[in-house]
């Protein structure tokens, strides 16, 4: 009887795989396109913030100036404004730096808010409704309470709308 010689299969050495270039390309290149996606998402991260800051600065400032109006039956006036919304304040709108049973209402912040967007970013002071004026940051009308931004129609967010018409 013939023996079959068993042929010992012998394995080659097995080399170990790497990368290809086009491999290492496509992922180069799938990593260029997000980064250009994140990039283009947080680009602009800054001026949305700013813009959220100017909605919130009115939010509150437009609580706080109905809150003075449900409490003295007027809106506070175009010159005292500051003065009738940060510090304590009688029946008839006068102010004093501390509270008593005459000055009991108030105040309704702490500081004017600064304005976060625009030409006037950094102003605080406040001017009468009426169009754009250089050096405020706020516009306000003591008959109707509307307050909003003092910046020209020019200063628009990411989506152009006009910051004055928030």
Excluded at 135 to 146: I, K, M, V
């Amino acid at each position: 009887m013939l023996r079959h010689r068993n042929r010992c299969h012998i394995p080659r050495r097995q080399q170990p795989r790497a990368f290809t270039l086009v491999e290492i390309l496509i992922v180069v290149v799938i990593l260029g396109i997000i980064a250009t996606i994140v990039i283009g998402v947080f680009s602009n991260t800054a001026g949305d913030a700013r813009a959220k800051a100017l909605m919130d600065d009115l939010r509150n400032m437009r609580s706080q100036i109905q809150m003075y109006n449900a409490e003295h039956g007027v809106f506070p006036s175009l010159a005292a404004f500051e003065q009738q919304m940060v510090l304590y304040s009688d029946q008839a709108g006068n102010t004093s730096n501390t509270k008593s049973d005459v000055f009991r209402f108030g105040p309704y912040i702490l500081s004017m808010p600064r304005q976060p967007v625009g030409v006037e970013v950094g102003k605080f002071g406040v001017t009468g409704m009426g169009g754009y004026t250089a050096g405020f940051g706020w516009a306000y009308d003591q008959l109707s309470g509307e307050f909003r931004a003092n910046l020209p129609d020019s200063d628009v967010d990411g989506e152009n709308k006009k910051f004055n018409t928030y």
